[in-house]
Nanobody, 123 residues
Framework: QVQPVESGGGSVQAGASLKLSCSTS????????MGWFRQAPGKEREFVAA????????YYSASVQGRFTISRDNAKNAVWLQMNSLKPEDTAVYYC????????????????WGQGTQVTVSS
């Protein structure tokens, strides 16, 4: 199993960029599909982006398509979320998650979750 740990959150102005990192402990990182989710205050957690095991296939929510990029390096047991052109509505706690099965990568059905990192975007 793996234990995701997020970092890189912070407070920025609208239009700025941030890059979130997710490192994992444990073994077998390369066999897991990885995803990023977020939860804004008073809202349900929602899907943001996902990467297949190899990183060759990625998925994005409509709200971040074209602004966010997910990438991974299996040799480093790490996955990143590059966030550009940030908007106030991107303010949320961002979670990294790992999923063994390769179906429903845009769902919440992930096996392991990190504790989250706060991203705040001010206008």
């Amino acid at each position: 199993q793996v234990q995701p740990v997020e970092s890189g959150g912070g407070s920025v102005q609208a239009g700025a960029s941030l890059k979130l990192s997710c490192s994992t402990s444990g073994v077998g990182f390369a066999i897991y599909n990885m995803g990023w989710f977020r939860q804004a205050p008073g809202k349900e957690r929602e899907f943001v982006a996902a990467s297949s095991r190899s990183g060759q296939t990625t998925y994005y929510s409509a709200s971040v398509q074209g602004r966010f990029t997910i990438s991974r390096d299996n040799a480093k047991n790490a996955v990143w979320l590059q966030m550009n052109s940030l908007k106030p509505e991107d303010t949320a706690v961002y979670y990294c998650a790992a999923k063994l099965l390769s179906d429903k990568l845009m769902s919440q059905e992930y096996d392991y979750w990190g504790q989250g990192t706060q991203v705040t975007v001010s206008s």
